[in-house]
């Protein structure tokens, strides 16, 4: 059961230096933080794009999959698709209009309005 | 009977059952934490104001480093079961089972400052939010725990009958651990930073 050593030793250098890097990301983070960017947008890009690189570095390397099989990637791949649907479901509720009124009640107010005039 | 492909992966799929089996279950809890990040966005974005700098940024920190380091100890320890090293491994595991422990010592900390306070989740939409996510989270740290201190104790015994399929146990919990570890890096610039 036992792979190479010399492998697996090259491995365990390469799960070290992934380590520091993420130690290294994570002080860049805390430092972009401290030092006060003025615009709260840059400060949001910095902090979640440093935080995806880290994530795919976890992903990647730890549970290596950067050299998985294709049915563990084919399950990702509809993971991916029915997170960003549900990352856009807040969406919907731009056209929820329960408590503002229609588009139909507005012009039937505006109809009246308009044979009121004309009556006067 | 014996339960087939835990160790021998299957000839449609490549893989052991256990494998397809955690990265299933690891896709539903994408889904999970997915629906509570989104309401996150949805809280933030129709929030007239949002409260900054009420967490502490230096223990969200500290935690953040715990988690990656058991992160690296706990990859380091299916390595070195593949290396055929069983007491390595266990202590590898080990390792990491504690500073699980220690992340939520931080945790039980930082939950005692608020609560001391009366900032409970019924205080604002914020610490509602924090509450529910950073909670969740920590159920699944507790979760990992049991299931590290069964393999390093009571499970343990599975290495003399079939090491295979103990080490496929370890890589499992791994993935399992590492997908926790990668929920807190977004966690802690979200929560704590923004």
Same mark, same amino acid.
């Given at each position: 059961?036992?792979?190479?050593?010399?492998?697996?030793?090259?491995?365990?250098?390469?799960?070290?230096?992934?380590?520091g890097?993420?130690?290294?990301?994570?002080?860049?983070?805390?430092?972009? +933080?401290?030092?006060?960017?003025?615009?709260?947008?840059?400060?949001?890009?910095?902090?979640?794009?440093?935080?995806?690189?880290?994530?795919?570095?976890?992903?990647?390397?730890?549970? /290596?999959?950067?050299?998985?099989?294709?049915?563990?990637?084919?399950?990702?791949?509809?993971?991916?698709?029915?997170?960003?649907?549900?990352?856009?479901?807040?969406?919907?509720?731009?056209?929820?209009?329960?408590?503002?009124?229609?588009?139909?009640?507005?012009?039937?107010?505006h109809?009246?309005q308009?044979?009121?005039?004309?009556?006067? | 009977?014996?339960?087939?492909?835990?160790?021998?992966?299957?000839?449609d799929?490549?893989?052991?059952?256990?494998?397809?089996?955690?990265?299933?279950f690891?896709?539903?809890?994408?889904?999970?934490?997915?629906?509570?990040?989104?309401t996150?966005?949805l809280?933030?974005?129709?929030?007239?104001?949002?409260?900054?700098?009420?967490l502490?940024?230096?223990?969200?920190?500290?935690?953040?480093?715990?988690?990656?380091a058991?992160?690296?100890?706990?990859v380091?320890?299916?390595?070195?079961?593949?290396? +055929?090293?069983?007491?390595?491994g266990?202590?590898?595991?080990?390792?990491?089972?504690?500073?699980?422990?220690v992340?939520?010592?931080?945790k039980?900390?930082?939950?005692a400052?608020?609560?001391?306070?009366?900032?409970?989740?019924?205080?604002?939409?914020?610490?509602?939010?924090?509450?529910?996510?950073?909670?969740? /989270?920590?159920? /699944?740290?507790?979760?990992?725990?049991?299931?590290?201190?069964?393999?390093?104790?009571?499970?343990?015994?599975?290495?003399?009958? +079939?090491?295979?399929?103990?080490? +496929?146990?370890?890589?499992?919990?791994?993935?399992?651990?590492?997908?926790?570890?990668?929920?807190?890096?977004?966690?802690?610039?979200?929560?704590?930073l923004?």
């Amino acid at each position: 059961m036992s792979e190479h050593p010399v492998d697996m030793s090259k491995s365990i250098r390469t799960y070290g230096i992934v380590g520091g890097l993420l130690f290294l990301f994570t002080a860049i983070t805390v430092g972009v +933080n401290l030092i006060h960017v003025s615009s709260v947008a840059l400060a949001i890009t910095i902090a979640l794009i440093i935080a995806t690189m880290k994530g795919s570095m976890v992903a990647a390397i730890f549970m /290596h999959l950067n050299h998985e099989k294709k049915w563990i990637y084919g399950a990702l791949v509809l993971t991916v698709v029915f997170f960003v649907v549900l990352l856009l479901l807040p969406n919907l509720t731009v056209s929820d209009t329960i408590g503002t009124p229609s588009s139909y009640a507005i012009s039937a107010e505006h109809a009246a309005q308009k044979a009121e005039k004309a009556e006067k | 009977m014996e339960i087939p492909y835990t160790v021998e992966p299957r000839p449609d799929s490549g893989l052991a059952n256990g494998k397809l089996g955690i990265w299933l279950f690891l896709a539903s809890e994408v889904m999970l934490f997915g629906a509570l990040f989104s309401t996150y966005i949805l809280l933030r974005v129709g929030a007239i104001e949002w409260p900054h700098g009420e967490l502490s940024v230096k223990l969200g920190a500290i935690n953040t480093f715990i988690l990656i380091a058991s992160s690296v100890t706990m990859v380091v320890a299916w390595a070195k079961l593949k290396m +055929n090293e069983f007491s390595k491994g266990r202590l590898y595991i080990i390792v990491t089972a504690v500073l699980a422990l220690v992340f939520l010592v931080n945790k039980y900390f930082e939950y005692a400052d608020h609560f001391g306070r009366g900032e409970g989740p019924w205080h604002s939409t914020f610490l509602a939010i924090y509450f529910t996510l950073t909670g969740l /989270h920590g159920l /699944h740290i507790l979760g990992g725990i049991a299931v590290m201190a069964y393999l390093a104790g009571p499970g343990a015994g599975l290495w003399k009958k +079939n090491p295979d399929q103990y080490t +496929n146990r370890v890589e499992y919990t791994g993935l399992y651990w590492h997908f926790v570890d990668l929920v807190w890096i977004f966690l802690f610039p979200v929560l704590y930073l923004l």
